[in-house]
């Protein structure tokens, strides 16, 4: 940064050490002339005093250097350039969970693992949809975790047929269908902020304050494609929409149903939209290791979602303001021990 | 510029309101013998002359001693040698140049010489060189004696190597005559003994030695020159750290050094049979010759 001000410490330095050295025809005016100077000086205990004299001289110039040295660079404010990529916690996560009897326990586990996930979150949202054959949504996007963590306590124990929970789940079913997919996607969707501010819009949004970076969409939908009934929504209408608002949906199967590989069977179809949001799709064996695949699936979305380089420039004035403090305490003890 | 011996005259004149009155040319006289059998005159007694020479019949009538002298057949050569090297430009033990010290002392005894009616030679030199002025009275002549040894004795002088002035003594000067020598703490050889004694088997030599300063005094409270801090040495220039000298172990070492190097010196003039004083201040100039002619006299 002020790596200028190195030549002039240096050009002092030269100076100083030029004044210091060069011979001074005076120097010896204040003294007093005598002879035969080598008889004390040939005597062994002046030469071990001398010696010990000029250990702590070379100890003080060194000190006085490396002091010069450090402060000049701490002076010159040495900087490091760290290329970073921030992790985004600006991520909005909200949980599509398809509340039909065969699920529960898929639901459980989810529930289960974004409860203990709110304990590390630091800025992310989340919110909690659930459906049936209508949407709920229990808890809008939030970043108050405690009280996410304590609704995502009573889901679960919902999930679980836990006594006098049963409550929770109350209005998502209306007798219309069950497992109406594409109308609770589409809920889900809704919950989200209105445009314009979509993920990777570089364009300022009004509403929000415009230094706000935008915030990424994913979808977490545990579901098994079993559609009874007659959606307002097909599930391809939802997946448009998703697409639309750039929402990344990644879906969870616990109960693959599939008869072969053919296009029109659930699992494929939801397969085929996850996949056109940018999203991923697992079908579970075990209900139980949805838990496992929500950890895979919170760790790609970290990384899928980590900002873009920047170089992040800070002053490292520590290392040589520490040798500075450490040369002058030598310097003292040095000049201590040298005094007359 | 002052005159030298005006200098060395009035601390003479000092001395002799201190002391009997003529008490020096007393024991000058004694010392160097010059008589003839030639009756001169009688002066009275001073003290410190030989009592052989007090005329005992002249005393008895005059009622208070006598002395006898006689007319001086032979003039006595009184030659003066000195150091001229740097070494005498430095700092005695009272912290005066040493070059002073040694200025009284060769002008004290040049001008009891001078009184005594000798002439009074000088060799004087360094290193490089010896520098010898033939004997002659006058005061004119003992000034410029002085003035040699003054002008020559500064810090870009050569080295200093008091033999090499013995030595062009006794290459050169012919005769029975009196030695003054003044030099600093010599240290003692083998080679410097054997020149004493051969010197000592021509003439009478007394010996003043100049105290060197003391570099590293065992009480630095009871320094005269306490102000004086670091010093140099005359040869190469080269500072001394005055705070390793106080170091008590340095102190210590160099004061049992010294007292080496003093009984080895006083040892070595005894053996040649050289009557030695010290002398460490101008002030006590004429104190330490009147006890160094004391000494000798008695020496014999």
Not at chain 1, 64 to 93: F, G, K, M
Not at chain 1, 269 to 282: I, N, P, V
């Amino acid at each position: 940064m002020w790596w200028w001000l190195l030549p002039p410490a240096v050009l002092a330095a030269c100076l100083a050490a030029w004044a210091a050295l060069r011979p001074d025809r005076d120097r010896n005016v204040r003294r007093r002339p005598v002879a035969h100077a080598d008889r004390l000086t040939l005597l062994p205990e002046y030469q071990a005093a001398l010696r010990r004299h000029r250990r702590w001289l070379a100890v003080a110039v060194l000190a006085c250097a490396s002091l010069l040295v450090s402060t000049a660079v701490a002076a010159a404010r040495p900087i490091d350039v760290a290329t970073t990529r921030p992790e985004q916690h600006n991520r909005d996560i909200m949980l599509c969970l398809d509340t039909s009897g065969s699920m529960s326990s898929a639901d459980a586990a989810v529930v289960d693992v974004f409860s203990q996930l709110a304990e590390e979150f630091d800025g992310e949202r989340i919110g909690l949809t659930i459906f049936d054959s209508t949407a709920i949504q229990v808890f809008p996007l939030t970043d108050d975790y405690s009280y996410a963590r304590e609704q995502l306590k009573l889901a679960r124990d919902a999930f679980d047929g836990r006594p006098g929970s049963s409550g929770f789940l109350d209005g998502t079913w209306s007798g219309r269908g069950s497992s109406l997919i594409g109308d609770g996607l589409a809920s889900c969707l809704n919950s989200f902020p209105a445009a314009p501010e979509q993920a990777g819009s570089l364009k300022p949004s009004t509403g929000q304050d415009p230094g706000s970076p935008p915030r990424s969409r994913s979808v977490i939908l545990a579901t098994d494609n079993f559609l009874s009934g007659e959606p307002i929504m097909t599930l391809v209408e939802a997946v448009a929409m998703a697409k639309d608002r750039a929402a990344r949906v990644y879906a969870l199967n616990p109960g693959d149903l599939d008869y072969g590989a053919g296009r029109d069977q659930p699992g494929a179809q939801l397969r085929a939209a996850a996949e056109s949001t940018g999203g991923a799709y697992y079908a579970l064996d075990d209900p139980q290791a949805a838990a496992g695949v929500v950890r895979g699936v919170e760790e790609t979305e970290k990384s899928a979602l980590r900002g873009s380089p920047r170089a992040v420039v800070t002053d490292e004035p520590g290392l040589p303001l520490g040798v500075a403090l450490l040369s002058g305490l030598v310097l003292g003890v040095a000049t201590w021990r040298l005094r007359p | 510029m002052t005159s030298l011996l005006h200098r060395v005259k009035s601390n003479l004149a000092i001395f002799a309101h201190r002391k009997a009155r003529g008490a020096l040319d007393g024991e000058y006289g004694s010392v160097f013998r010059g008589r003839s059998l030639d009756f001169d005159d009688l002066r009275a007694y001073v003290p410190g002359d030989e009592v052989r020479d007090i005329d005992w019949k002249a005393t008895a009538r005059h009622g208070s001693p006598l002395i006898r002298r006689y007319v001086a057949v032979r003039r006595q050569t009184l030659v003066l040698v000195t150091d001229t090297g740097r070494n005498m430009a430095a700092a005695a033990r009272s912290g005066e140049t040493k070059k002073d010290i040694a200025v009284m002392a060769l002008g004290v005894m040049g001008y009891l010489a001078h009184r005594h009616g000798d002439v009074v030679g000088l060799v004087s030199g360094d290193a490089e060189g010896s520098t010898a002025l033939p004997a002659k009275g006058g005061e004119a002549h003992l000034e410029r004696l002085l003035r040699q040894v003054d002008s020559a004795a500064t810090l870009d002088a050569a080295p200093s190597r008091i033999e090499d002035q013995l030595e062009h003594v006794a290459r050169t000067v012919k005769g029975r005559n009196l030695l003054f020598v003044v030099a600093d703490e010599v240290p003692a050889g083998p080679a410097t003994s054997e020149l004493l004694r051969r010197l000592r088997a021509q003439h009478e030599v007394l010996w003043l030695t100049v105290r060197d300063a003391d570099l590293a005094p065992a009480d630095p409270s009871l320094q005269p020159d306490r102000t004086a801090g670091d010093s140099y040495s005359v040869s190469g220039g080269y500072p001394l750290v005055a705070h390793l000298a106080r170091d008590p172990a340095v102190a210590a070492a160099y004061a049992s050094a010294v007292a080496e190097r003093d009984t080895g010196r006083t040892t070595m003039l005894r053996k040649a049979g050289i009557t030695e004083g010290e002398v460490a201040a101008s002030q006590g100039v004429i104190n330490a010759l009147f006890a160094l002619l004391e000494r000798h006299r008695r020496a014999g």
